[in-house]
């Protein structure tokens, strides 16, 4: 693209398009089927700077192998994802094949294709068996598991020489000593956020390094004895002051920035924050370990976000099948999860990127991963309750009582 | 008193003003306070703005450099002005055109219809006219935020959803309240002897709304031009859910894509903020004397 | 600005018989009023109706309508046992934001009513935050305060004011004065501007004969100036009293990190019941309560002040 070129070019086509659209009144993504051509609405999250650049690139050779298909790309930052969907859901409009976390709410309505539906048996049978589990409902899988990613504890080898810490820590009780060395020294010990943006995550990783989770596909089991031995722990290093201040209101992307900058010694981290280390602060001298968990038997946080597929009026399973397929061939998709950074969901894919040093550590992670129960229809509902009310446990409620607060919200949304 | 052309009556009281600021006799030392209190007003008002301008031109560590740097240590990033322009996220040139087509065509649509309203109401009695006016009051209370469902649905069913048009028929809808009330009020405050002379020579009512009453309302006018444009200008909540397509969408909705999941480019987000506050102060300087100057106009008795 | 119909009030009486005269039928006012109508009924109606309309069925999570719901959605939020200490806040909210801003903006103008050298630089400098968009400046001020990478923070701490970064955005009560101080900031230009319009028909003659009394600088403005602003007053309460009681992006960008309920106001709960509870029936009932309590308060205000003698 020549900049000056683009740039000129903007206006004119610009208003061309106002004239168009507004003469015209015919504007909108409506127009799809003539001449047997379908399009296809595809509503994605930004995952990365780069994330709208890489779906054009892929719609781009989709396109072109399948000149009947057109695809409507819409990229919209986390924050504003849902409440994009949702608006489009309730005017009938929903996209076509869309990309987020939750899905079971939608399956349980009638909402979505089943994954057989718009995948060849091929495809699916590629997926990692652990991984297209989490994508069903009653026994039926609807979505197609698109990328994963596993928690890791990341620590400055630097603050640890300092405060005389020898080596990262495996079970909860050689973190606290080791946080509580750290905070010694001046720095925070170790970054808790528990703040609106991933309070569930931060959650469940403790939880699950005590043997428990949130639940299964039936019921959801956030108010269970190790659940609050976890949050009591959680607590515990709060009260003793070796987090950063106000763990209840902080929110993760900015706190592990400030992991980057070497201003706390622990945080548990993502394959993406070995990334933007690199970008942000080369110098960091920095490890990465498994998370410490009660035992010290290995336990991770374990995520996974999917595409689904949303049945509106017109037949387009066909199209959509053509995308996935294309999509999920080695030769697009492990060029997409690995420039996003993620793990790969698919038998093939793991195969082809089984040699990625900066992976490897997280791949490893993974049989030991707790996931969330996403195939459980009140789970939307915990999600939200995690984020709105965990956060209380920094800020001087009882663990018991937070867990209390977020059960009976589930409870709720399960009837 | 009662002439058509309005310019003398406009003329007294500016210059009163003028005399008074020359004549006034204020010793050297309390000009001196004031000009002092000046700076200080103007630095705090400037200030968010210019952690912005500094934040601009930051790379992208040194902003989340901990602790901060208050100037950038790196040399001034004027680059960023310049890559923001073609960056993966967003296309903002497409962006900026149609922020200020939106924001214009709406700012037009306006005054086109509220204009006519106003002087009506202001000057005649029909029945209906307070519900009228609540109705139109009414507008102004509903929070777009909570609308968009709705809005996106009429506008799928209107056809234009996804199409400037659609935002600048929303845009002018729910800023039109405040325009025609504030421009009701000015009209109000015209003396009916000029309407009723200008009757009296054989004008027709648009007649007497143009050529007497125009003219004497400019102040209420400049009020509502740039309350509509700062308003369609920082829209959100209904772009958001309307443009779907990422060269229709205007800045305020651009300015989200370079939020990641992992990474915010905030020297983007700062670059883009500032460029698009420029546009409005242009308006504001080139309107901000009939604001004030004006206004005395409309106050002759 | 509206300190015109107070001066145009005594023409009113006896014009008013005249007048009865511009009397010509709605279908004379149509070709006037019907363009604005006409966009209030095409756009503005139909999403108002479906906010009321969805405030009585019952949706889904996913945004499926599953059928009527009678009132049972109202029974919900009046028996949320956190609307008591919702309710609480946007009052406070609403009332600290409007009074500081009136309170700094009567000054302001009156100051920036003042000749001296520069002026119009420092008028210009008081429109910047109106032009900005309150999402950005609201930014500026979280990050600025951030304890870690903020600006402002560090500079509290170099100059003494804190021991230590202090985080301002993550406990409740500094959040919500942080808000407070943040609206009031982005609410000053507007009603500045308006009371310094007002300012402008304050006859100068009055000021004269004032200072020919005797009249100290405190009785001229309370006996001659207020009196005369009271018209641009009331427009400007009337503005801000809407705009700060439907204010979302502040208090969400502030608040938003801190959890629980105790720092949300009508606007930030209904968000996040949309957005966390995904409850897009509960979050209509409370735009609808949202609504109605704003009509109220228009209402009621527009009886006692009468900020428009004309409507």
Known sequence: MKKSIRTGMVASVAVAGLMLSSCGFGGGDSGGEEEGSTSLDLLVPSYSDGSRALWEGVIEEFEAANEDISINLQVESWENLESVLNTQIQAGEAPDIYNGGAFSAFATEGLLYTAEEIASPETIADFQESFAANEQVDGTQYALPLLASARALFYNEDLFEEAGVDGPPTTWDELYDAAAAITETGTPGYGMPLGSEEAQGEALIWMAGNGGGFGDESEITVNTPENLEAAEFMKRMIDDGLTQADPGATQRTPMINVFIQGQIGMVYGLPQTVGQIEAENPELNYGLANIPTASGEPATLGVADRLMSFKNDGDKAEAVTAFMDFFFAPENYVEWVSTEGFLPTTISGAEEMSGDETLAPFLEMLPSAVFYPTSNPAWNATDGAFKSLFGQLGQGMEPAEVLEQIQAEADEAAE | ?301 | MSAQPVLANPAASPGRKRRRQNSDGLPAALPWIGPVLLLIFAIVIFPAGFMIYNSTREISQSGIDQGSAGFANFADVFTDPNLPRVLLNTVVWVVVVVSLTVLISLALAQFLNKPFPGRTLVRMAVVVPWAASVVMTTTVFYYGLDSNYGIMNAFLVDIGILDSPYGFTKNVIPALGLAIIVAVFVSIPFTAYTLLAGLQAVPEDALEAAKMDGAGRFRTYFSIVLPQLRGALAVAVLINIINVFNNLPILRIITGSIPGYQADTLMTYIFKVLQFDRRVDIASALSVLNFAIVIVIVAAYVKIVKPMKEL
């Open chain 2, 1 to 301: 008193m009662a002439t058509i052309a309005p310019g003398p009556a406009t003329l007294p009281p500016a210059q009163a003003r003028r005399k008074r600021y020359g004549s006034d006799q204020v010793s050297g030392r309390r000009m001196g306070l004031r000009m002092a209190i000046g700076a200080v007003v103007a630095l705090v008002f400037l200030l968010p703005y210019v952690i912005m301008l500094v934040g601009s031109l930051k790379t992208r560590s040194e902003i989340l450099a901990v602790p901060p740097a208050y100037f950038p240590t790196e040399g001034l990033q004027w680059s960023n002005y310049v890559t923001m322009w073609d960056t993966p996220e967003t296309p903002l040139p497409y962006n900026l055109v149609s922020t200020i087509i939106i924001a214009v065509f709406a700012t037009l649509l306006v005054l086109l219809v509220a204009t006519p309203a106003a002087y009506y109401t202001a000057r005649f009695r029909f029945p209906g006219k307070t519900v009228f006016l609540f109705l139109v009051i009414v507008t102004q209370m509903l929070q777009p935020a909570v609308l968009t469902a709705g809005l996106f649905r009429e506008m799928l069913v209107l056809g234009i959803n996804d199409t400037w048009l659609a935002m600048i028929l929303i845009n002018a809808a729910f800023n039109l309240s405040f325009a025609l009330w504030i421009m009701h009020s000015f009209f109000a405050a015209i003396p009916k002897e000029i309407d009723e002379a200008a009757q009296l020579d054989g004008a027709g009512k648009l007649t007497v709304m143009f050529r007497v009453n125009l003219p004497l309302v400019w102040p209420g006018i400049v009020t509502a031009v740039i309350f509509t444009f700062v308003s369609s200008w920082n829209e959100f909540a209904a772009s958001l859910v309307i443009m779907s397509t990422a060269e229709n969408q205007p800045l305020s909705v651009a300015l989200t894509k370079f939020i990641g999941q992992y990474a915010t480019s905030w020297q983007y987000v700062f670059g883009v903020s500032i460029v698009a506050i420029i546009p409005v102060i242009i308006l504001f300087a080139l309107i901000e004397k009939r604001l004030i100057g004006g206004l005395t106009a409309g106050a002759v008795k």
